[in-house]
């Protein structure tokens, strides 16, 4: 046939190959080791023959194999799709969902390529590498899952973990979290065709609720879904927690919260309470708090690309033997302001609100000359700024210069220590270990808060004089 002549094949780099899905996704969950088989479909959209020079799999060990056209994936070469013609491609994934998660994580994803007159394309393909409990679906990515119960209260007490895909709404419900809950989130960009974002986000309603209840040494972990070591501490994996306007009360207790954009954005009139909560390796801030009340105590909040703590529009906060440990940031440790801009950039349209805040026994810390930074667009307005700080180590610099807050340590940061970076305070900054060293500045430093006895581990503090952060010093 004339059609195979080598003259007859389109061979313009402009000329491809159209696929039936982008991503081909395979939802069955194994309890055991296992074979399930999809296929997709490749289409020839020219009224000339087109030639795939290779079809491959991206990686080298792969939990996939394919059969293109009755071609196996051995020899997929020089594969002849007829003008305005399609083939198939069957696709086996085989799990074993008892291999570590280092071998088979929870989502395993790969790429089938595909060489077509110079260029390479490709189509996603995404099974489920561990027996666990998915929200909604693997292929909920982009989407809104709606958690509902009515006014109700739902408890996540499968010995599974939970793996989140997209975005959860808690919505008219109180979700509870039992002490050793894993919780996993998968974050993949996403775009409502306007924005292209982080999709990984656990979100609130206005009757939403977050019960979040670890113990001692059985922590509840919320956490990006990636487990190998080279992810263990590697920020911006899901997008976070956000507690949305008029929502809560929200707490979370003896819970680790990591790997994320932002640890917890507490929306407005919403009311969070941590205890012994940790805030770690996040992109964008800590925690965020837009015209709330946040009541934190014995919480850990570091290794932050954004401020520790952004404290926005006003709001009633107590913060009491928290330690924010702002290294390799440019930014403050805390940010405290009285206003809210509602159209960026200009701001010619801003909201206020009164700020009350109170820190006791607190270590707002890190590398910069001033770790604090306040912001009262009211310039000195009675009544819209008010903040006080007790047995507090606070690094800051220019905050207090003439113009600004002259008098910070003589008048609102009572019984506070001003510390340079020479002076001993953690066990090691560069290991990412916020114990206290057994010189530190803090030991001894504090004074005593009614109804706070023990540190984030669980270790007594001294009646009298405890140390100052979320950790007491324990001799080893």
Not at 199 to 222: A, C, H, K, Y
Not at 434 to 453: C, K, Q, T, W
Request: aromatic residues 10%.
């Amino acid at each position: 046939m004339s059609a195979c002549d080598k003259d007859d094949f389109i061979e313009s780099e402009d000329a491809g190959i159209e696929f039936s899905i982008d991503t081909l996704r395979f939802d069955t969950v194994f309890t055991e080791r296992g074979t399930v088989t999809r296929y997709f479909k490749v289409f020839n959209p020219h009224s000339r023959p087109i030639r795939v020079q290779n079809a491959r799999l991206a990686g080298e060990n792969s939990f996939f194999r394919f059969n293109f056209d009755g071609y196996d994936q051995s020899n997929a070469q020089e594969v002849v799709i007829w003008p305005e013609d399609s083939t198939y491609i069957f696709v086996e994934a085989t799990i074993d969902p008892d291999q570590p998660l280092s071998s088979s994580p929870f989502i395993i994803s790969e790429r089938l390529l595909f060489d077509v007159n110079g260029n390479t394309q490709s189509v996603v393909l995404e099974a489920y590498g561990q027996n666990a409990v998915y929200l909604p679906s693997v292929d909920a990515g982009g989407s809104i899952y709606l958690l509902s119960c009515n006014g109700g209260t739902v408890f996540w007490d499968d010995p599974k973990p939970y793996v989140i895909f997209g975005i959860m709404v808690v919505d008219d419900c109180t979700l509870v979290w039992p002490a050793g809950s894993r919780i996993y989130v998968h974050g993949g960009i996403a775009t409502d065709g306007q924005v292209v974002y982080n999709d990984g986000l656990i979100f609130t309603g206005p009757n939403g609720r977050i019960r979040s209840e670890g113990e001692q040494g059985n922590p509840v972990v919320v956490q990006g879904d990636r487990l190998e070591p080279g992810f263990a501490d590697v920020a911006g994996q899901w997008s976070g927690i956000r507690l949305g306007a008029a929502s809560g009360p929200h707490s979370f207790t003896n819970t680790i919260i990591k790997n994320s954009i932002i640890g917890i954005r507490a929306d407005s009139a919403t009311l969070l309470n941590l205890d012994n909560t940790r805030i770690l390796n996040t992109t964008g801030p800590g925690l965020v708090g837009l015209h709330n009340r946040i009541n934190a105590k014995n919480t850990l909040i570091a290794n932050n690309g954004g401020h520790s703590i952004q404290l926005s529009y006003g709001g009633n906060h107590r913060f009491d033997f928290v330690t924010l440990a702002n290294y390799g940031n440019q930014l403050e440790a805390l940010r405290m302001d009285n206003a809210f801009c509602y159209d960026p950039p200009d701001c010619n349209s801003i909201g206020l609100n009164p700020l009350n805040v109170t820190f006791t026994n607190s270590i707002i810390g890190g590398n910069g000359r001033d770790e604090i930074r306040i912001v009262d667009v009211t310039n000195g307005q009675p009544g819209f700024m008010n903040f006080s700080f007790d047995h507090c180590l606070v690094r800051v610099f220019d905050l207090l210069r003439a113009q600004a807050y002259p008098d910070f340590l003589e008048t609102v940061c009572s019984s506070c220590y001003n510390y340079q970076l020479f002076e001993p305070l953690f066990v090691s900054v560069s290991e990412r270990d916020f114990r206290l060293d057994s010189l530190s500045i803090a030991i001894d430093a504090g004074v005593s808060v009614p109804g706070i006895s023990t540190d984030i581990e669980g270790n007594l503090r001294s009646p009298s004089t405890p140390d100052i952060g979320c950790f007491e010093y324990v001799e080893e």
